[in-house]
C-alpha cells in the first residue's frame, strides 16, 4: 500500500464500528500517542551514543506527547473521560516476534527495535487515513488527515536510522520479513473500536 508498503489494507467498515464508540477510540488513541513517546525515549535510553538519533527521537517524542494532549483536550471537549490505559494486543503480537528475532547484539536490538516501531506507526498512519475518509464527524476527519501526516513523518524516522545503523544487517529483507509477519497479525483484527483493533 503505497509508501507504507503494507500489505493488508484496513476495511473501511471498521470505521463503522470506531464511530458506534468514540469515547473508547479517544482514549485508545490518547494512550497509543502516550505509548509512542515512551517507546521513543526508551530507544533514546538506550543509544545515546548516537547524537543525531537521540536529536530526532526527542523531536518525535515532543510531538506524540502534543498529539496525546490534543486527543485530550477532544475529550474534554465533548464531556468524555479519558479511561484507564487500553491494553493493545497487535503491539504486544509485534512485540513479542522482535525479541525473538533479536540475536543479542546491541546493532541487531536497535535495529529491531527501530523496525517494530516504523511498523506500528505504518499501520497507525494507514488507520488514521482511513478514518480521516470514511469518519462522519467532520472534526476528527480533519484531526485525523492532520496526524495521518505526522504519523507518516515518524515511520520515515524509524525506517531512515535502522537503515543508517544497521551496519552488517541486510535491513531491506528484515523490513519484507516484517512487513509478512504484521499482514498475518493485522488479519486478525479489524473489530475493535480501538486504533489497533
Not at 505509548?35 to 548516537?50: C, Q, V, W
Not at 547524537?51 to 526527542?58: A, E, G, T
Request: net charge negative; glycine share 6%; aromatic share 10%.
Amino acid at each position: 500500500m503505497g509508501v507504507l508498503r503494507l500489505q493488508l489494507p484496513t476495511d473501511p467498515r471498521w470505521v463503522n464500528i470506531v464511530e458506534k464508540n468514540i469515547e473508547e477510540i479517544l482514549t485508545d488513541h490518547a494512550w497509543c500517542e502516550q505509548k509512542a513517546a515512551t517507546n521513543a525515549i526508551t530507544i533514546i535510553t538506550h543509544n545515546s551514543e548516537h547524537q543525531d538519533l537521540v536529536k530526532d527521537l526527542l523531536a518525535l517524542a515532543k510531538e506524540e506527547i502534543e498529539h496525546f494532549d490534543m486527543v485530550h483536550n477532544i475529550i474534554i471537549k465533548r464531556g468524555l473521560k479519558l479511561g484507564r490505559e487500553r491494553k493493545d494486543d497487535y503491539v504486544n503480537e509485534l512485540y513479542l516476534y522482535m525479541k525473538k528475532s533479536n540475536d543479542g547484539s546491541r546493532v541487531s536490538g536497535l535495529v529491531e527495535r527501530l523496525l517494530f516501531s516504523a511498523m506500528i506507526e505504518a499501520r497507525s498512519c494507514e488507520r488514521f487515513k482511513v478514518l480521516s475518509e470514511n469518519i462522519k464527524d467532520e472534526e476528527l476527519s480533519v484531526f485525523y488527515r492532520e496526524l495521518m501526516e505526522s504519523e507518516a513523518g515518524h515511520y520515515t524516522t524509524f525506517i531512515t536510522y535502522a537503515r543508517k545503523y544497521g551496519k552488517g544487517i541486510d535491513v531491506e529483507k528484515r523490513w519484507r520479513e516484517w512487513l509478512a509477519f504484521e499482514e498475518a497479525v493485522i488479519s486478525k483484527y479489524g473489530k475493535g473500536e480501538t486504533i489497533h483493533g
